[in-house]
């Protein structure tokens, strides 16, 4: 059995500027990982299928002040990069000597969080960072023979991107054309996560609703309020701003999700196999993102996979009140000259767990420990 190509698919890293607003903290477990394909005899694709950065919640550091600007353009989204750049350096030296072997392939597909991808000049800037090898591409899809990997969020009706309209014109500058989720959560949301940056860690959220209701109302209440305001006050107030537009078609589908507290992203397998149905016969194996929960749907010759994010987070035992930390995984696809086939592999955690009252008492205090049971750092706290 020989082999011809070996692909690493991981996703939903979320990479912030290491403050409160940034949930990445497995720094040393992923290099890890990266190191690990560098001592490959062969060459690798390594696909970091999207939101490989968090430009939402990554702030914007101009004036000696953090700051959340709604209107980006591309010397925004290089300035956020930066501190990302700083934040987990070590994750980017691990890619750069992963790059250092001209076979390996480093691939960045884009994610809703990391939209600002499609500037040239931050495509430019993650070269530079990693060396300009040539050997690192931007896709929406990463495809090869019979393996199709992207992020998803074209099957999630809020957060997909308009890729025929990347771009809108604000006061004579190119800003990014983002859904209208990310507008709302770039411009109205950031303080409340600063407030509570623990809890948007925790899954089940309908579980966390149950024991934690009044302060999820809350949260919801002022979402309901944005949104009233997006569809009455906004797009009148802000007539002349192309990033209020009148979202008409949305507001049916998120009255029903804010009715029902659903906060997490929608899933996107049903639309998925929907839409790419007519694929079906060519691929076999698709990796998805987007999702931050584990899923592997293997039949009829056809895998489809969610391997679950990177970011920190937590499962919720409601009974026994424990926070239980989740693990990280990777796909990894085999193609030989008698067939393809693919594995997730889980990184064991070496992690406690936690106690939900505890946490909620003291988020920031539980930010800071979690942080330094991974061994990292965080920049900016
Ligand atoms: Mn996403």
């Known amino acids: 059995m020989a082999l011809e190509k070996e692909i690493i698919v991981l996703g939903d890293i979320e990479m912030g500027a290491g403050n409160l607003t940034d949930d990445f903290i497995s720094d040393n477990a992923l290099t890890e990982l990266i190191e690990e394909l560098c001592k490959r005899p062969h060459a690798v694709d390594l696909v970091l299928n999207g939101d490989t950065f968090d430009f939402l919640k990554c702030p914007y550091f101009s004036a000696n002040q953090l700051s959340y600007p709604r209107h980006i353009t591309s010397e925004i989204s290089i300035n956020k990069l930066n501190l990302i750049y700083h934040a987990h350096n070590k994750v980017f030296r691990a890619l750069k000597k992963f790059c250092k072997d001209k076979n390996n392939r480093l691939y960045f597909n884009i994610g809703n969080h990391d939209t600002d991808l499609v500037y040239h000049a931050v495509q430019k800037r993650i070269k530079e960072l990693l060396s300009n090898s040539n050997n690192i591409y931007f896709k929406q899809v990463y495809r090869y023979k019979n393996v199709h990997v992207e992020h998803g969020q074209q099957y999630d009706f809020l957060t997909k991107i308009n890729f025929d309209k990347l771009f809108l014109n604000y006061r004579g500058k190119e800003i990014l054309n983002q859904s209208f989720i990310s507008f709302g959560l770039i411009s109205r949301f950031m303080h409340m996560k600063e407030k509570h940056p623990f809890l948007e860690r925790i899954f089940p959220r309908k579980e966390l609703l149950k024991i934690q209701r009044r302060l999820i109302k809350k949260l919801t209440r002022r979402t309901v309020g ?59 194996i698709f990796v998805l993102g987007h999702i931050h929960e584990k899923f592997v749907e293997d039949k009829d010759n056809i895998a489809l996979i969610h391997p679950g994010s990177w970011r920190d987070e937590y499962d919720l035992d409601v009974d026994t009140r424990k926070l239980i930390p989740r693990p990280k995984r990777y796909v990894q696809i085999l193609i030989t000259d008698v067939g393809t086939d693919y594995q997730i592999i889980e990184i064991p955690t070496n992690r406690t767990n936690l106690n939900f009252d505890k946490v909620i008492n003291n988020e920031l205090k539980h930010v800071k420990l979690v942080a330094k049971e991974e061994k990292f750092h965080p920049a900016l706290i």
């Open 226 to 284: 944005y949104f009233i305001k997006s569809m009455l006050y906004y797009p009148l107030r802000y007539f002349y701003d192309p990033t209020y537009t009148y979202p008409r078609e949305l507001f049916r589908e998120l009255y029903i999700r804010l009715k029902n507290v659903h906060w997490d992203v929608d899933k996107v397998i049903p639309t998925f196999k929907r839409k790419k149905k007519h694929s079906f016969k060519k691929d076999r």
